[in-house]
């Protein structure tokens, strides 16, 4: 009769170790991404005069750095609304024309379509400064400078690529028998598209526009440089035009505080979406 024995305190904390290095790798990976979001917050409530304290968190917590912020001058209120109406008319028609393209680059057959969706993929590597200059010259002159559309265009340059690209990966993953079966059933292509593929694409678009909307709000390049009218300037332009107290100081603690304003539609936006994100997962193909 052979007896186990126990296993020895070196092993046992071995074991221990090996489970919880995951856990600790990925404590440590959220905990890098949150600290300036957190030092920003913390900054943000600061008193002015307490704008250099290194302490973890403020000694007397104060909101006048929010109040400044919508002070008159600043019109940081106008250039929040600017950039919603940047962000969100170019989510809106990166994913009305990407959800058509995807939709033909994943499911149909036709020649240089590899070679089409590799082009896409390469307007979107042409860094940004290397656009600025003739895209100034050429809203010059077509009189587009300090309007919406000047924002809104060149941010489809990006976003529209990226949607594409996103879209075209999520439908190649949806099983075709699905929409074969309804095209046997009497419907046609575009009524399989709008009956089937669509509703099972949700999460896909989805997360698609989380990302598309984050990366037009957070667009400053063209929109400092296309734009030259205090009232038609985006969220992010407005916060490194801030002025200090004397006008030439740093206003670090305004700045911090506006960063936490521009932030939080981004914290809803992706609350909100990730409901019918998690919706759509679940239902998947039964649905």
Partial sequence: MTTLSAPSPTATWAGRIRRALPYLGVVLVVGYCLAPFYWMIVSAFRRPA???????LP????????SAVFQSDNGFGRSLLNSLVVAGTTTA????????????LARLDFRFKNATLALIIATSMFPG??????LLKLFTD??????????????????????IWNLTVFFRQLPFELEQAAMVDGCTRGAAFRKIIIPL???????????????????????QTIVNKKEMTTATVAISKFTGQHGFDQPFGTQMAAGVIVT????????????????GLTAGGVK
């Fill in 264 to 279: 939080v539609p981004l914290v809803i936006v992706v609350l909100i979406f990730q409901r019918r994100i998690i919706a």
């Fill in 50 to 56: 307490d704008q250099f304290d290194n302490s973890a």
């Fill in 93 to 104: 028609l990166a994913l009305l024309i990407a959800i058509f393209a995807a939709y033909a």
């Fill in 142 to 163: 077509i009189h587009w400078i300090n309007t919406y559309q000047a924002m809104i265009v060149p941010s489809m340059g990006f976003a529209l690529p990226l949607a």
């Fill in 129 to 134: 400064i290397s656009q600025v200059v003739p």
């Fill in 201 to 223: 694409a949700a999460p896909g678009v989805f997360t698609t526009a989380i990302i598309t909307f984050i990366a037009a709000w957070n667009e400053f390049l063209i929109a």
């Fill in 59 to 66: 000694v007397h917590w104060s909101i006048k750095n929010f």
